[in-house]
């Protein structure tokens, strides 16, 4: 899969007046940094302080000019500054989206930039050929989960130690992540499961999570 040009990125989500997508630039990897730390500083332990981490921006993400790495960086700006950042990370060969951490400055965040950059993800996947886009959301506040199902996502599990979060400062604690998907390739690339091929476990797993759903399986108990 390749990530769309930033012509196709401004083309797939309008913004506020004023407001515009762009490439994180090279230069701005150290801003990029201070932003998540000032705007989302739970990152700092776990999967996402990966994003607190200068070589791995330098060896992973998508900047300015270098469109062929696996994690994408859109920012929005307002006059230059930087106001919001949504990052992604593509899976080749199971072709699927990995919605990573995303953050908006304070005074912004009443303009539905996140939102947008919900609505980014799942044309970017579209557009590059995903079968699917996911992501994680904390059980430690609810407010990530509120925000995913409010955009269509499905909770199809529950992550028990999938991630690591402070919870206080000086105490790091293993926390249950919600897996939330939402499928971009129609239902016909589908491989629908039967139920033969099921545990009795997974068939009811299965059938709660799927049900009233045009790929659900009938499950005789």
């Known amino acids: 899969m ?7 990125v401004r083309s797939f989500t309008v913004l506020p007046s004023g407001y515009t997508w762009d490439y994180l630039k090279l230069e701005e990897i150290d801003v990029a940094i201070d932003f ?3 705007w989302f500083p739970s990152i700092s332990v776990g999967l996402g302080s990966q ?5 791995f921006y330098t060896d992973n993400v998508v900047v300015e000019g270098k469109l062929e790495r696996d994690v994408f960086a859109s920012v929005v700006r307002r006059n230059h500054e930087i106001v919001a950042i949504a990052t992604w990370e ?3 060969g199971a072709d699927v989206l990995f919605g990573r951490v995303g953050a908006v400055a304070k ?3 009443q303009t539905r930039l996140a939102i947008a950059a919900q609505e980014l993800g799942e044309k970017m996947g579209t557009f590059m050929g995903a079968g699917l886009i996911y992501g994680m959301a904390t059980t430690s506040a609810s407010y990530m989960q509120q925000a995913l199902e409010h955009s269509g ?3 199809v599990g529950i992550m028990p130690g999938f991630d690591r979060e402070e919870i206080e400062p000086g105490t790091v604690r293993r926390v249950y992540e919600v897996i939330y998907v939402k499928r971009l390739a129609p239902l016909s690339d589908f491989l629908i ?4 091929n099921l545990t009795p476990t997974v068939a009811r797993l299965y059938a709660e999570i799927f049900q009233g759903e045009d790929d659900a399986i009938e499950v005789d108990y």
């Open 2 to 8: 390749k990530w769309p040009t930033i012509d196709h």
């Open 36 to 38: 998540f730390r000032t």
């Open 51 to 55: 994003f607190l981490d200068r070589q």
């Open 90 to 92: 593509k899976i080749d």
């Open 107 to 109: 005074p912004h965040r």
């Open 153 to 155: 996502y499905k909770a």
């Open 193 to 196: 499961p039967s139920v033969h």
